[in-house]
């Protein structure tokens, strides 16, 4: 059974840092792509940051330079290091994974850890 545990939401105020962490739990080999999305209350889930298995990354243009997404293969974790954070980046945070699973590969998603950036 594979899962994907998300860690390190919380409360934070405005300007403040979180670190989220996403690792991947289960009889699994390896990851391929990986990336955190959000849903703030009363819209649809969006795209925060991408990252392949080679590291290559993509970020939302609302996050960009703030957030850094990055991932340890040995240890099937990826992480969302957010700085700066505003009101806005409330959110719950999911990570999602692509990863093999016999002769295809499996979209993991985790259960969601919330975010409150307050003023």
């Known amino acids: 059974q594979v899962q994907l545990v998300e860690s390190g939401g919380g409360f934070v105020q405005a300007g403040g840092s979180l670190r989220l962490s996403c690792a991947a739990s289960g009889s699994i080999s390896r990851m391929y792509a990986s990336g955190w999305y959000r849903q703030a209350p009363g819209k649809q889930r969006e795209v925060v940051a991408t990252?392949?298995?080679?590291?290559?990354?993509n970020y939302a243009d609302s996050v960009k330079g703030r957030f850094t997404i990055s991932r340890n293969n040995a240890k099937n974790t990826v992480y969302l290091q957010m700085n700066s954070l505003k009101l806005e980046d409330t959110a719950v945070y999911y990570c999602?994974?692509?990863?093999?699973?016999?002769?295809?590969?499996?979209?993991?998603w985790g259960q969601g850890t919330q975010v409150t950036v307050s003023s």
């Open positions: 990252i392949t298995s080679d590291g290559s990354t």
């Open positions: 999602n994974a692509l990863i093999p699973r016999g002769p295809s590969d499996v979209l993991y």
